[in-house]
């Protein structure tokens, strides 16, 4: 069946530097791919998403990257700071159904 | 900013007893979904409704989940009876007809 698969599964980064988060799906048929970031008890809330007929998508310090031929998308972190903390999942979708990763678990260390 | 609302937000129940969640989605977004969220893993889909009828329950657990959404707009979601296994978080969300899915805050169950 459909899946998407995500790494890694915990990430540490000292405050300052970079993160990156790498997702692959298996339906060619995905044609929009949200990120979401989950603090402890709170909701799933959308930081940024890119659909298939754009490879990159920049806002501010976030951006996706997605290589369709290789069914692979990217979530790109610069200059991280501590409130970016959080689990962060991806997602696939096409014809409304959403297909989810199992999440990230980032750590800005101060 | 309109946001998806949910209740109660806890719960807590013994197995074999019946519970049911509420979810009232966006005002105007067709779709609403129901997930079911373990701790440390990512929603998995229960049910997407498309206003008032059900679009994909396959992987809803007929023999004690069932969900409805009467009139397109609100929907509840019930579980009968409880089992220990359905601990969890279940959340709801719901989009208009662009793609962006919005989440309500989810109600965590505890099944003692």
């Known amino acids: 069946g459909e899946n998407v698969e995500q790494h890694p599964s915990t990430l540490s980064v000292q405050e300052g530097d970079s993160a990156v988060i790498k997702c692959t799906y298996s339906?060619?048929?995905?044609?929009?791919f949200p990120w979401y970031k989950q603090e402890l008890g709170k909701r799933p809330q959308l930081i940024i998403d890119i659909r298939s007929n754009v490879g990159e998508k920049k806002d501010q310090r976030i951006a996706v990257t997605l290589n369709k031929t290789a069914k692979h998308f990217s979530l790109h972190i610069t200059e991280t700071q501590p409130e970016d903390s959080a689990v962060y999942f991806c997602?696939?979708?096409?014809?409304?159904?959403?297909?989810f990763g199992t999440g990230t678990r980032l750590k800005v260390l101060a | 900013e309109a946001e998806v609302a949910q209740s109660p937000r806890y719960k807590i129940t013994e197995k074999s007893q019946a519970v049911a969640f509420w979810c009232d989605p966006i005002?105007?977004?067709?779709?609403l979904y129901w997930y079911r969220q373990i701790l440390g893993q990512g929603p998995e889909l229960l049910v997407q409704?498309?206003?008032?009828?059900?679009?994909?329950d396959s992987q809803l657990p007929k023999d004690r989940f069932s969900a409805e959404r009467l009139k397109g707009v609100d929907s509840t979601l019930k579980i009968q009876p409880a089992e220990l296994g359905d601990s969890a978080m279940y959340l709801c969300a719901s989009k208009s007809q662009q793609e962006t899915q919005y989440f309500g805050p989810g109600t965590r169950l505890l099944v003692l």
């Open positions: 005002s105007g977004h067709a779709t």
């Open positions: 409704f498309q206003d008032e009828s059900v679009v994909d």
């Open positions: 339906d060619s048929a995905s044609n929009y």
């Open positions: 997602a696939a979708s096409w014809a409304y159904k959403y297909i």
